[in-house]
């Protein structure tokens, strides 16, 4: 064996070798090129030609394969983790100005500190994910989030997709680079259509997508990255201009809008010459600058969310220094208005009646759009981790029309330098371990305390049992006092008895026994949704009855047969949820709460006349439900023959399932057929239908 192999194996010579580090520093430059520059020097074609011959050389000779080429973008299905990196860096956040009054009395705040005026440096403030990227000798070693400042996580392999990140430096150099990964708006809104509209903004979706598991999931994303500062090991720029004049030739995007301005309108050809694309001048530039990029921001193809203004020499910056969390050397003039910006104070979580944990942030409480708001969701723990949120820390809280308040961003680390809030382990009201469903945790203990009061609540209200004068209050009043902890309690307390209570007149609990008592009539596809059994919502209750799930034993039967195809085959329930759907039909304590129910006869079976697709008519086919598939000669279309079914009593559905009794099958019957054969069904064919249809109308 190793003897074939060896012969088979080829050695790489030389000129394999340099063909195929010219063949990657031709690609580099055709991405930096089309990426970057955004002018192409060569067609697609010609490109993927040379990405293709890059591609097979490296498949050839695996001994040659480096990380740094671009072959090396698309991503692999390994899934990530993203461990905890501490930063060599200074990654903090920007002193803000919300007027330019304030932006002004920066400016003369620090030239105060210069012997001549100081050039500043104006950059539009891309809203997206901050980044620091570290190479070593020219080569993308590590990309890390922002994190506390302190401590970011390492999401090298997510950011190796990004075509504006350069995977190797034209200069070898040994560089920390700061930068903003952002979507473009356009592309946003494509791609968020597709995710159901998910994403309440770009930066949201740029920041998701970086803490997607796949990278190949990250390739596909259009992100891109602009860099707006350097940190060289060696040979340090003595300006900021110089130094994106330098990450520029290092292959990096910058900033599409910069501007260089000093109080005195001196800046030098050296600057014009290292930046062409900057806006020269003086203060009055400068202001000119701001107005413009304030009235356009709507129209630019980023989000952006205010100008940085920097000072430009390193030298100035240092005696400057810093305070305990900002440079004062830079400030950030933020476009949106500081009403929404508060302070979270703690982060607890609660029980929903599915049983789903959703952790909320207590704030500082702040006046938005005329309420006060202090409690504030945070969705689950991949939100707070994409907006790497900490207790303490000063965020900006949203409110969309009648949405809860959200937490849109975090504006400014905690003082404390406390990490990125976790999910507790346990439930905190019944102590069962928290288990993690996609990107929520759950408390699967059907009789959590916190959980079941929410399901008692979802349960009397309007649009489930409707149970009209058991209202909110007098529900708590009933679970304070020990009387109803669970469902079936509600028909087992005496209500007549809450005369001895204070607010509770003969009259009053003469009509709660009433309601209580006349929501026991309530058909059974409400019941069902009512009980608040994760993933049974309206919808897919009314789904599940109209394809023959009938009643609660069907779909026991269904749950104790783990019959997940019956269930995925109705459109609108896909695989997952009809296993979902299924766990939780076949927990115990749910069934224990449907038999008390039973015993205060509630409605577990579907009465005929309130489903649409059964008939009302005694006949033959009475107590049998039919699925039709196939072409016939005697139906055309094949809905006669159903009419023909429910004609004779029996009940039609669209699909197989094992809640189905007949297969009516026609020629070329196909999947329905094979299914219905697996399942076990009586399959009937036309002759031997139009033979009953006969015997019949014979009787
Ligand atoms: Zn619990």
Redesign the pocket.
């Known amino acids: 064996m190793s003897d074939a192999r060896q012969s088979d194996e080829r050695v790489a010579s030389a000129d394999v070798a340099q063909e195929i580090e010219r063949l990657r520093a031709e690609i580099r430059r055709h991405e930096y090129a089309y990426f970057v520059e955004g002018q192409p020097l060569i067609s697609d074609q010609e490109f993927d030609a040379l990405f293709e011959r890059l591609k097979s050389l490296e498949a050839q000779y695996p001994e040659l394969v480096s990380s740094d080429s671009p072959t090396h973008r698309v991503g692999s299905d390994l899934s990530a983790e993203f461990p905890e990196v501490e930063h060599t860096v200074p990654v903090l956040s920007l002193d803000k100005a919300y007027s330019f009054q304030e932006l002004v009395a920066f400016i003369t705040r620090t030239s105060r500190e210069a012997d001549k005026p100081p050039l500043y440096v104006a950059e539009e403030k891309l809203d997206g994910v901050s980044i620091v990227l570290y190479y070593r000798e020219g080569r993308l070693e590590r990309a890390v989030t922002r994190g506390n400042g302190y401590v970011g996580n390492d999401v090298t392999a997510n950011v190796r997709t990004i075509r504006t990140v350069p995977l190797r430096l034209e200069r070898p150099h040994t560089v920390a680079v700061r930068g903003e990964i952002v979507l473009p708006k356009d592309r946003f809104n494509e791609l968020n259509r597709r995710f159901g509209n998910a994403y309440a903004n770009p930066r949201n979706l740029a920041a998701g997508t970086l803490r997607r598991v796949k990278s190949r999931e990250v390739a596909q994303v259009p992100l891109e990255m602009f860099a707006y500062e350097g940190y060289f090991e060696q040979s340090p720029y003595p300006s900021h201009t110089r130094t994106l004049a330098e990450l520029r030739t290092c292959g990096f995007r910058l900033n599409p809008r910069l501007g260089v301005f000093s109080d005195d309108g001196g800046v030098s050809e050296e600057v014009e010459r290292m930046l062409p694309n900057a806006v020269t001048g003086g203060r009055a530039e400068m202001e000119r600058f701001v107005e413009e990029v304030t009235r356009e921001r709507d129209r630019l193809p980023h989000e952006i969310d205010g100008i940085v203004v920097k000072i430009d020499d390193l030298g100035l910056r240092e005696a400057l220094g810093y305070t305990g969390h900002h440079p004062r050397w830079a400030i950030a003039y933020k476009f949106e208005s500081p009403a929404g910006i508060t302070k979270v104070r703690s982060v607890d979580v609660q029980?929903g009646r599915t049983?789903r944990v959703t952790p909320v942030a207590r704030v500082e409480p702040v006046a938005i759009a005329g309420t006060t708001v202090s409690n504030v969701t945070l969705h689950n723990q991949d939100y707070v981790e994409m907006l790497e949120l900490s207790i303490g820390d000063t965020v900006s809280v949203s409110r969309r029309g009648d949405v809860i308040p959200a937490v849109e961003r975090v504006v400014e680390k905690n003082e404390a330098g406390l990490s990125v809030w976790q999910m507790p382990e346990h439930?905190p009201?019944?102590?069962?371990k928290l288990e993690r469903l996609g990107a929520h945790h759950f408390?699967t203990?059907y009789r959590?305390?916190?959980?079941m009061r929410q399901q008692l609540f979802f349960f009397v209200g309007r649009g489930q049992m409707d149970i009209e004068h058991l209202g909110p209050e007098t529900l708590q009043f009933l679970i304070d006092r020990g009387m109803v902890r669970e469902i079936p309690d509600i028909y087992e307390v005496d209500y007549r008895s809450l005369v001895q209570y204070e607010g509770f007149g003969e009259r009053k609990v003469g009509l709660l026994a009433e309601s209580v008592e006349e929501s026991k009539s309530r058909p059974f596809r409400t019941v069902l949704a009512s009980l608040g059994i994760p993933e049974l919502g309206p919808r897919i209750c009314e789904l599940l009855i109209e394809a023959g799930f009938r009643s609660i034993d069907d779909l026991f039967r269904a749950a104790d047969r783990d019959d997940v195809a019956s269930l995925a085959a109705i459109p609108g329930i896909g695989e997952k949820m009809a296993a979902d759907i299924l766990a939780e039909l076949r927990k115990d304590s749910l069934r224990q709460i449907v038999e008390r129910l039973r015993r205060h006869e509630l409605r577990f079976t579907e009465a005929e006349h309130d489903a649409s697709a059964s008939s009302a008519t005694e006949g033959p086919f009475t107590g049998q439900t039919w699925c039709v598939t196939g072409s016939f000669e005697h139906f055309k279309p094949r809905s006669k023959a159903m009419e023909a079914v429910r004609a004779g009593g029996g009940r039609t559905v669209n699909d197989v399932s094992s809640a189905v009794t007949h297969l009516l099958a026609g020629a070329n019957a196909g999947s329905k057929l094979r299914k219905a054969q697996r399942l076990g069904l009586k399959i009937v064919s036309e002759e031997e239908f139009v033979e009953l249809l006969k015997r019949v109308s014979t009787d």
């Open positions: 029980v049983g439930c009201s019944c102590h069962t408390c203990n959590c305390p916190d959980r």
